[in-house]
């Protein structure tokens, strides 16, 4: 059985930093596409950044350069290492994955998930 769960969240003022992790389970030997969504209040879940099976990262645009995706593929853990952060960034911030390569970057791509770990940006 395929499980996922986040820590790491917490609140923290802007331009600190906060590191996700995502412990995987259930998977074995199978590589899986990896990803971080968000959803902030009143919003809809959007892609953070995704990690392909051959190491390939792809970010949102209002990410890129401040977030980090990575994986420790020997303890099974995804990371996401967030620098700079802004108000915007305040979100629950969720796990996701899928097996094989990664095929898309919506949530409908993924079918497994965590439960996720809020992250709060204050001034």
């Known amino acids: 059985q395929v499980q996922l769960a986040e820590s790491g969240g917490g609140s923290v003022q802007i331009g600190e930093s906060l590191r996700l992790s995502c412990a995987a389970a259930?998977?074995?030997?199978?590589?899986?596409?990896m990803g971080w969504f968000r959803q902030a209040l009143g919003k809809e879940r959007e892609m953070v950044a995704t990690?392909?099976?051959?190491?390939?990262?792809v970010y949102a645009k209002s990410v890129k350069g401040r977030f980090t995706i990575s994986q420790n593929n020997a303890s099974n853990t995804l990371y996401l290492q967030m620098n700079s952060l802004k108000p915007e960034d305040t979100a629950d911030y969720y796990c996701?994955?899928?097996?094989?390569?990664?095929?898309?970057?919506?949530?409908?791509?993924?079918?497994?998930w965590g439960q996720g770990t809020q992250v709060t940006v204050t001034s």
């Open positions: 996701a994955a899928e097996w094989g390569f990664c095929v898309g970057t919506t949530a409908a791509d993924f079918k497994y």
């Open positions: 259930g998977f074995g030997d199978t590589a899986y596409c």
């Open positions: 990690l392909d099976t051959d190491g390939t990262a």
